[in-house]
C-alpha cells in the first residue's frame, strides 16, 4: 500500500495488477500441465495382468507386470488385461455366492440348458467353461464382446454334441467324453474368430431330465437297476454253478487219465518183467526153474498148518497119513 501509494504520489497513476494475475495462471497451467505429465508417464502393470498399450489407437507393444513408462498426454493408452487369471462361464445355473457353501440359482437360464439327445429325449443340462485370456491384444481388438461369443460358441456346440448322443450316455455313461469333444470344438471356433481365448475345460454338472418328465425317467430308472441287478443275480449263480462242475469234470478227467496212465505203466512193467524173466529163462532154465520153484515155495509155504516131507519113493502113503486119527501119536 505504501508502494501503491508512493508510486501514486510521484506518477500520479495507479498500477496495473494484469502481469501478476497472468504469471499466477501460467504457474498454475504449468504446474497442472506438469502433474498431468507425471501422472500420464508411469504407469503400473500387477502380477496377474499385461499392458496392452496403443498409440492414437495402433498396437505397438505389450508389456509384463512391473513400472513402465510411456508418452504422457493420451498419445500412449495403456489396457491392463488380465491373462493369468482363470475365468468361468455358467450355463444353466448361477452362483449366488461362492464360498465353502456355495449358492446356487437353477430355473433362471432354462432355455439355454434345456436341450434334445440324439435318441429325441429332453435333458436339462448344466455346464461351466473356464477359459483364460491367451493373447491379449487379439482378445481387445480382435472381436467385439467375447463374452458374448464364448456362451453363444459354448451353447451351440454343447447342443450339437448332445444331439449326437442319447439321453443315457450324457446323463452317465459319456459324460467325460462329452465334455472333452465340447471342449476341442469350442477352441476350434474361437480360434477361427481369432479371439485371444485358452478354453481351459468343460465341466459337466447336473443333466437331468425336466421336472415334468421326472417321475417316468425315475421308473425307467429303477427298472433298468432291477434288470442290471437281475443280471448280476444270475451270473453270481452261473459263477457259483458253472466253474465248480467244470472244476469237478476236470478232476474226473484227469483222475481217470491218471488211472489209465497208471494202468497203462504198470501192465507195461508187467509185460517188460516177464519178457525179463523169460529171456533170463531162456538162458538157463534149469536155474530159474528152482529159482521160481524156491521163490514160490517161500510164498506158499507159510500158510500152510502142517507139512509133510516124504520121499519121493514112498509108497504107501495113505495110511501113514491117518495116523493122527488112529491115535498114533499116543
Not at 127 to 137: E, L
Request: net charge neutral.
Amino acid at each position: 500500500m505504501e508502494w501503491a501509494e508512493k508510486t501514486v504520489k510521484t506518477t500520479g497513476k495507479k498500477p496495473n495488477p494484469r502481469p501478476m494475475v497472468k504469471r499466477v495462471v501460467i504457474g498454475v497451467i504449468l504446474g497442472v500441465l506438469g502433474l498431468i505429465f507425471l501422472f500420464t508417464l508411469f504407469y503400473q502393470v500387477g502380477t496377474n495382468e499385461v499392458g496392452v498399450v496403443t498409440r492414437f489407437g495402433k498396437h505397438i507393444n505389450t508389456t509384463q507386470p512391473g513400472l513402465h513408462t510411456k508418452i504422457p498426454y493420451g498419445v500412449d493408452r495403456v489396457v491392463k488385461v488380465p491373462v493369468r487369471s482363470v475365468q468361468k462361464e455358467e450355463f444353466g445355473f448361477r452362483t449366488v455366492r461362492a464360498g465353502v457353501r456355495t449358492e446356487y440359482v437353477k430355473g433362471r437360464a432354462l432355455e439355454e440348458s434345456l436341450m434334445l439327445s440324439g435318441d429325441l429325449n429332453s435333458a436339462v443340462v448344466e455346464w461351466t467353461v473356464q477359459y483364460r485370456i491367451s493373447d491379449p491384444a487379439a482378445y481387445l481388438y480382435k472381436v467385439r464382446n467375447v463374452r458374448s461369443i464364448i456362451r453363444d460358441a459354448s451353447e451351440t456346440v454343447m447342443r450339437q454334441v448332445v444331439g449326437d448322443r442319447s439321453v443315457d450316455e450324457v446323463i452317465i455313461l459319456a459324460r467325460r467324453e462329452v465334455s472333452l469333444t465340447v471342449k476341442e470344438q469350442l477352441q476350434d471356433i474361437l480360434d477361427s474368430y481369432d479371439a485371444g481365448i485358452f478354453v481351459v475345460t468343460v465341466e459337466l454338472k447336473d443333466v437331468n431330465p425336466p421336472d415334468p418328465v421326472k417321475p417316468a425317467f425315475n421308473e425307467v430308472n429303477e427298472a433298468k437297476q432291477e434288470q442290471e441287478r437281475m443280471v448280476n443275480e444270475a451270473w453270481e449263480a452261473y459263477n457259483q454253478v458253472i466253474p465248480k462242475a467244470s472244476g469237478e469234470a476236470e478232476k474226473t478227467i484227469r483222475q481217470a487219465e491218471g488211472y489209465a496212465l497208471n494202468r497203462i505203466n504198470r501192465a507195461q512193467g508187467d509185460a517188460n518183467a516177464f519178457l525179463s524173466m523169460w529171456k533170463e529163462y531162456n538162458l538157463s532154465k534149469d536155474v530159474t526153474r528152482r529159482r521160481l520153484y524156491l521163490e514160490t515155495m517161500n510164498e506158499v509155504l507159510p500158510g500152510i498148518d502142517r507139512k509133510y516131507i516124504i520121499d519121493s519113493d514112498q509108497q504107501g502113503l495113505l495110511p501113514l497119513l491117518r495116523l493122527e486119527e488112529r491115535g498114533g501119536q499116543q
